[in-house]
């Protein structure tokens, strides 16, 4: 099984400052990582898949980079609808494993 | 538009039995792998099960396997869990999912449904 790793547990930002979220995994992935993000109540949106596509409707500040095992999500300038839990994915093999989240709070 | 919505969760004793149901809508169905992914109380998200299109192809969690049965009714737009000898770990909120890719689908999760309870407790 493929352990992903996220760090850090909580970013504390403020809105419009760039938030850097990491998903490391145990073996490599190649480039099939991707990334989700929760809020609170609601069921989890794709936001990243293959390490480095927006999903359908994923505003550009949103980007994903990485291969093999080292992955990083970017929030070029975080907005008030983007403090949020994020969770990366891979889908190399089975079983599907997804890493423990990063929250992103507010400030 | 695309929905996914859950039904079926609710409180259980341990050792029983439960069937989750998930009717989709607003895609050509049989043609989407569909996953169902948990989430217990506060935690993170975990891997149940996936189904092919088709149904021929199926791969469960450690987890679950020889307790949970995936099926799908492609007449009916319907994917199902049968949850069997369930245990108090797993209590979770049950999410379906669907590929966000048709055919040979990459098993990205997109959409998701809203979810529903599962709570197994005495």
């Known amino acids: 099984e493929i352990v992903l790793t996220q760090s850090p547990a909580t970013l504390s930002l403020s809105p419009g400052e760039r938030a850097t979220l990491s998903c490391r995994a145990s073996?490599?992935?190649?480039?099939?990582l991707a990334w989700y993000q929760q809020k609170p109540g609601q069921a989890p949106r794709l936001l990243i898949y293959?390490?480095?596509n927006r999903a359908t409707g994923i505003p550009a500040r949103f980007s994903g980079s990485g291969s093999g095992t080292d992955f990083t999500l970017t929030i070029s300038s975080l907005e008030a609808e983007d403090f949020a839990v994020y969770f990366c994915?891979?889908?190399?093999?089975?079983?599907?494993?997804f890493g423990q989240g990063t929250k992103v709070e507010m400030k | 538009e695309v929905q996914l919505l859950e039904s079926g969760g609710g409180l259980v004793q341990p050792g029983g039995s439960l069937r989750l149901s998930c009717a989709a809508s607003?895609?050509?169905?049989?043609?989407?792998?569909m996953t169902w992914v948990r989430q217990a109380p506060g935690r993170g998200l975990e891997w149940v099960s996936t189904?092919?299109?088709?149904?021929?192809?199926?791969y469960y969690a450690d987890s679950v396997k020889g307790r949970f049965i995936i099926s799908r009714d492609n007449s009916k737009n319907t994917l199902s869990l049968q949850m069997n000898t369930l245990r108090a770990e797993d209590t979770a909120i049950y999410y379906c999912?669907?590929?966000?890719?048709?055919?040979?689908?990459?098993?990205?999760?997109?959409?998701w449904g809203q979810g529903t309870l599962v709570t197994v407790s005495s």
């Open positions: 607003g895609f050509t169905f049989i043609t989407y792998g």
């Open positions: 994915q891979q889908r190399s093999i089975w079983p599907r494993t």
């Open positions: 999912a669907r590929d966000r890719r048709n055919g040979h689908g990459d098993n990205w999760f997109d959409p």
């Open positions: 293959d390490a480095s």
């Open positions: 189904i092919s299109g088709s149904g021929t192809t199926i």
């Open positions: 073996q490599s992935v190649s480039n099939y």
